[in-house]
Each structure stands twice: as structure tokens, then as C-alpha cells.
């Protein structure tokens, strides 16, 4: 079992910048890529961020070049850097994990809001 506990959310105005983090716990030897999902009102989750084992990403194109994923093995932590924020970024943000037996895991969720 994986937990991911998500923090860092908040109000920003645009062009402003957040940093999410998604802290695993649990069996997290057997992750085998992380990724970041948001959901806004009225529209269904998306991907946009992911990461495996092995350090490669990949970015959806409307978040490439602004939001950064990275992770750091010791502190267990999935990071998410987002610059030059846009009200259409504001959703809710989620942590997801793929463990190597084909289970997957969620972090609760944080609230991004980008005031025009």
C-alpha cells in the first residue's frame, strides 16, 4: 500500500507561482512512476505531469516550459513547480502513483485558484 498526501495549494494571481508536493508513504519501493491530475469545475481529470522510477518526464503542452515535476528519493516528496500561473490553471490538483504490480494510488486532492 501507497498513501500520497498532497500540500501546497492556495490563491495566486496570475503570473504569480506555486510548489505542490505529494509526500509518499507506505510501500513506496514499488512506485514505479508519479504523476500530477487536475480537475476543474465541470471538466474531467487530466493528466498533465508525470515522472518514473528512472527520472523521465513528460508534460502535457499547454503546462510544458511553466510547471516543473522533480522528486527527491529522501524526503519521499513529489514536487510540482508552477510559474507564470493562468486562471485556467485553477483546478484541483492530485498526486497519483503506478506501483510495479499495476495498482494505482491518489493523494486527496489541493485546491490552486488563479485570480485574474
Known amino acids: 500500500q501507497v498513501q500520497l498526501v498532497e500540500s501546497g495549494g492556495g490563491v495566486v494571481q496570475a503570473g504569480g507561482s506555486l510548489r505542490l508536493s505529494c509526500l509518499a508513504s507506505?510501500?513506496?519501493?514499488?512506485?514505479?512512476?508519479m504523476h500530477w491530475y487536475r480537475q476543474a469545475p465541470g471538466r474531467r481529470r487530466e493528466f498533465f505531469a508525470g515522472?518514473?522510477?528512472?527520472?523521465?518526464?513528460d508534460y502535457i503542452d499547454s503546462v510544458r516550459g511553466r510547471f516543473t515535476i522533480s522528486g527527491d528519493n529522501v524526503k519521499k516528496t513529489l514536487y510540482l513547480q508552477m510559474n507564470s500561473l493562468k486562471p485556467d490553471d485553477t483546478a484541483v490538483y492530485y498526486c497519483?502513483?503506478?506501483?510495479?504490480?499495476?495498482?494505482?494510488?491518489w493523494g486527496q486532492g489541493t485546491q490552486v485558484t488563479v485570480s485574474s
Open positions: 497519483h502513483a503506478w506501483d510495479s504490480r499495476g495498482v494505482d494510488y
Open positions: 507506505g510501500s513506496i519501493d514499488v512506485i514505479n512512476s
Open positions: 515522472m518514473t522510477s528512472a527520472g523521465h518526464t
